[in-house]
């Protein structure tokens, strides 16, 4: 007695062939391919795979969005940092030689500018320079950032 029980079904013409060619390519019959799509169809794991996939997709954007929320308020932190310490620390322009001062500060930050937009049209990141490329390209929990000698970076003279 045979546990196999026969159908006989039929496709259209195209599917018939394409069915051939699969078969072939795999080196199984076509009855066995067949058998094979119908387990996988009729046993909903593919269905838990793609679920499972999309997931995982969802979890490492969910990360990169919380890493680039994160170097938001970092780069935010910095220059509020940087700000905070120019304006304590840099003098006041003298009356006399303000229009010179003023004239230098454009055209410094002109040359500013045009060597940001140069780096950025060649993908060059300062990161990527301090901390090396892995910053950039790793998930934010694989990504080590180097620790600093001293947390205390404002001087209190």
């Known amino acids: 007695m045979s546990s196999l029980d026969r159908r006989t079904f039929c496709f259209p013409k195209e599917l018939s062939s394409n069915l051939k ?8 019959t076509v009855s066995a391919l067949v058998e094979g799509i119908l387990e996988e169809a009729l046993s909903g794991s593919s269905e838990k795979d793609r679920l499972r996939g ?5 979890a490492s954007l969910d990360r990169r ?3 680039l929320r994160y170097d938001g308020e970092l780069l935010g932190e910095i220059f509020s940092f940087y700000i ?3 304006l304590c620390y840099a003098p006041p322009l003298p009356e006399n030689g ?10 410094r930050h002109k040359r500013f500018f045009d060597v940001l937009a140069g780096k950025l049209a060649r993908g060059e990141f300062s990161l990527g320079e301090l901390y090396g490329r892995d910053v950039l390209t ?5 990504a080590e950032l180097p620790k600093t000698g001293s947390d205390d970076v404002v001087s209190e003279d």
């Not at 060619?21 to 199984?28: I, K, N, T, W």
């Not at 790793?138 to 694989?142: D, L, M, N, S, V």
């Open 21 to 28: 060619q699969m078969a072939a390519a795999r080196g199984v």
């Open 54 to 58: 999309i997931e995982e997709r969802l």
């Open 65 to 67: 969005l919380k890493a």
């Open 84 to 86: 905070f310490q120019w």
């Open 98 to 107: 303000r229009s010179a001062i003023v004239a230098e500060g454009k055209e």
């Open 138 to 142: 790793k998930e934010p929990e694989e």
